[in-house]
């Protein structure tokens, strides 16, 4: 396969053709992922684009295929879960997968600057933030020093659940996974842009802790999320 990142140059500026057919199109981006993460929860995978040739390789320029928005969890570390290496994942994580203008900006250098054509939410099952905000609402007791603003962007998501009856907290995980992509379309005019404009989609995907699965439960424009990795892709060849 065509690496990612393979090629120098300036950010955005270079992207060979063997690029462009395999990675600059959102779906083939994501089923790029999810055929890592099949490789990873099968127990066989590759470590691609980890040593030291492709350290030299990327080293004058980067073409990351995704962007992941994930939760700080120590137990979803981007590179290990997608089994990808260097310069394939530009990689955004706070608890909870909150958002804020960093993060916003962040994702938008990935996706103008860099030509990331997808942007994914990675949420997961038990997630500690979520559980978090629903022991300040049940309680009515706010946490310590900067802690309250991670509560605060989780919040949102608690009374969306609540409105739809939704009261497990793996269920109120996906609603905040599905509100996570929401609010990153319509706090950046940027990224919903290149989402109009068909140069990058936003996938959300909850991950499980002990199976190791993602599975989607969000998606813009919803057909992108396909778990079905074609024959011969780019993905199954990696
Ligand atoms: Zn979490």
Do not use: K, W
Not at 54 to 74: T, Y
Not at 114 to 122: A, D, E, N
Not at 159 to 180: F, K, L, M, S
Request: glycine share 12%; proline share 5%.
């Amino acid at each position: 396969m065509s690496l990612p990142g393979a090629s120098g140059g300036q950010p955005g500026s270079q992207r060979g053709a063997d690029e462009s057919s395999t990675h600059t199109e959102p779906a083939r981006a994501y089923a790029e992922l999810v055929a890592g993460n099949r490789r990873f929860v099968s127990g066989s995978p590759r470590h691609p684009n980890q040593d030291a040739g492709h350290r030299a390789a990327v080293a004058d320029g980067q073409h990351p295929f995704a962007v992941i928005v994930g939760c700080s969890d120590s137990r979803l570390a981007a590179e290990i879960i997608f089994d990808r290496g260097l310069g394939d994942l530009f990689v955004v994580r706070t608890a909870g997968h909150t958002t804020g203008p960093e993060v916003l900006g962040s994702v938008e250098y990935a996706v103008t600057v860099l030509g990331t054509p997808l942007v994914v939410v990675l949420g997961h099952d038990s997630c500690g933030a979520v559980q978090a905000a629903r022991e300040v609402t049940a309680t009515g007791v706010a946490p310590a020093g900067h802690l309250g603003a991670v509560v605060d962007a989780v919040l949102p998501s608690l009374r969306r659940a609540a409105a739809e009856g939704v009261d497990d907290i793996d269920g109120i995980v996906d609603i905040h996974i599905a509100q996570t992509v929401e609010t990153l379309l319509g706090q950046s005019s940027v990224l919903a842009d290149e989402v109009a404009r068909g140069r990058c989609a936003v996938v959300g995907v909850s991950y499980r802790l002990a199976a190791g699965v993602v599975r989607p439960v969000a998606a813009v424009p919803a057909g992108v999320a396909t778990l079905d990795v074609p024959d011969g892709s780019a993905a199954a060849a990696a």
